[in-house]
């Protein structure tokens, strides 16, 4: 007889591009977020949380990485139905298909937050993961660009409530239809025939988008006739000529000392668009709306060479950028970035409705804040652990439990040790991993009479360390206390490191 073959264990592994968080990661994320909840609700947002599941249909248009299965989000067939359905990659289609779900019982407009994981299905990479947390704001159903405004606004608001300083970031505002009428001056755009020029522009999109990495001169060659980069690979370009690049050009290049400034070149280049002029005057608005509030230039700043997808969006866009500089991996100074984007999309609800629906909204990429915090020094990584009371006698596991409920009760993290308590060793080194401030030690002995040893952790690691014997003696890190003054003692040390 055939001996049966024994199953491989599985591989302990996290499956390729996906993590798991521990602790303070986790802890920081959520307190993080519940810092730009207040904002985002302060400004009368509802908290909204969909399905993580939508079907194919209601996701719509799907990633443009085309070269992943089933394009580029996690999808799978029904076996009753054969409905399609898929893991949500963002969360502005699952809005979308909430609005027009419930247009009838939600209020117009409708101002939502919510804040998940999404998936999808793209090559990993450093960084760069397939499953990541979005924390989105969008205003449905309101046509204004008032609604713009107040999304910029509220932006600013999250970033400086979470501990990015004012002067260490700035929301730059650009607009859909003041490029699209610089397209049109550029004559790679024709209002009557969108589909008209349509390879042209998407060259030129690309080209602006990349004026940071190339500058002037890589992108003039993107835009005209091509360019050909250090290894000698050429790319081909959007084939404008000199007249056409200096208008797209000095569209670029069109910030000014302030946005009225800013606005008035926009202007001048947008003579003879009518959808031009129309974009300029919604900035100019805008501009005026944030200043009335109090947010100026130093805030939040017109900046045409804000791009954020533009084939997406149909007016005004925005990005968070943070001004700061790091270290990158190579130790160079560089500025950290983007950390949020966004703008009006005011087709996306008509898919189901039939009907246009004025949109629009911003994400804040969470992981990336996170890391800025970091980097500012506002987030540690590492998270205080509970007091741990220990075991010296099996018998009476009932007082240590009631000790770990009294600490909790003032409001301490308490916890009881629950693992083996015959090596005492053990049990502090447990405390250790866990990263505790405090141990609670109480033996027979000092039961009866009504005491308990009260351990100093962080200072009795400090003492081991680099202590000498006089401050050794003039700080011991463990002491005894009456049983009836443990919490207070406690609280005592605890304050002692606090920030």
């Not at 060793?425 to 009260?454: C, T």
């Amino acid at each position: 007889m055939a001996k049966e073959k024994k199953q491989p264990r599985p591989r302990a592994e996290a499956p390729k591009g996906f993590r798991d968080y521990f602790g303070a990661e986790v802890t920081e994320r959520a307190e993080m977020l519940d810092a730009i909840a207040r904002v985002y609700r302060a400004h009368g947002f509802e908290a909204l949380e969909t399905s993580a599941i939508e079907t194919v249909e209601a996701l719509g248009k799907f990633l443009p990485d085309v070269d992943r299965p089933n394009g580029g989000v996690f999808a799978w067939q029904e076996d009753d139905d054969g409905k399609w359905l898929a893991l949500r990659y963002d969360m502005t289609a699952p809005l979308a298909r909430v609005a027009a779900q419930y247009r009838n019982d939600l209020p117009s407009p409708y101002r939502r937050y919510t804040m998940g994981p999404v998936w999808r299905n793209e090559k990993p990479g450093p960084g760069r993961f397939r499953q990541f947390y979005q924390c989105d704001a969008d205003t449905v159903g309101a046509p204004s660009v008032a609604a713009d405004a107040e999304i910029c606004a509220m932006l600013a608001d999250a970033l400086e409530a979470v501990g990015i300083e004012r002067g260490d970031y700035v929301v730059r505002v650009n607009n859909r239809k003041v490029l699209n009428g610089v397209m049109e001056v550029a004559g790679v755009l024709d209002p009557s025939d969108p589909s008209k020029f349509e390879a042209e522009r998407g060259t030129v999109l690309r080209a602006i988008d990349k004026f940071d990495k190339f500058g002037e001169e890589g992108v003039r060659a993107l835009i005209g006739p091509g360019r050909m980069d250090e290894s000698g690979d050429f790319t081909k370009g959007a084939g404008l000529s000199d007249a056409q690049a200096d208008t797209v050009m000095g569209f670029m290049e069109a910030k000014r000392a302030d946005n009225a400034a800013t606005c008035a070149r926009l202007r001048d280049l947008v003579v003879g668009s009518d959808l031009g002029a129309e974009g300029v005057a919604e900035l100019e608005q805008i501009a005026q709306l944030l200043d009335a509030q109090g947010y100026g230039p130093d805030r939040i700043v017109i900046d045409p060479s804000v791009v954020r997808g533009l084939g997406y969006y149909t007016g005004p866009v925005f990005e968070a950028e943070l001004t700061f500089e790091i270290l990158d991996e190579k130790g160079r100074k560089r500025s950290f970035g983007s950390v949020a984007g966004g703008g009006r999309y005011d087709d996306l609800v008509k898919r189901f409705t039939g009907q246009a629906v004025p949109a629009t909204g911003v994400s804040i990429g969470v992981d990336r804040l996170l890391a800025a915090l970091r980097a500012k020094g506002r987030l540690g990584g590492t998270e205080q652990g509970p007091v741990v009371v220990t075991v010296m006698d099996r018998d009476r596991m009932g007082d240590y439990m009631a000790m770990a409920a009294q600490l909790r009760g003032a409001g301490i993290r308490a916890e009881v040790y629950l693992g083996n308590p015959k090596n005492f060793g053990n049990q502090l080194k447990y405390a250790d991993k866990r990263q505790s401030p405090v141990a609670i030690i109480q033996g027979g002995d000092e039961a009866e009479r009504g005491v308990v040893q009260v351990k100093d952790l962080i200072l009795g690691a400090k003492i081991a360390q680099d202590a000498t014997v006089e401050e050794w003696k003039s700080q011991p890190a463990q002491f005894e206390v009456p049983t009836s003054e443990m919490v207070e003692k406690v609280q005592e040390i605890l304050a002692r490191y606090e920030g």
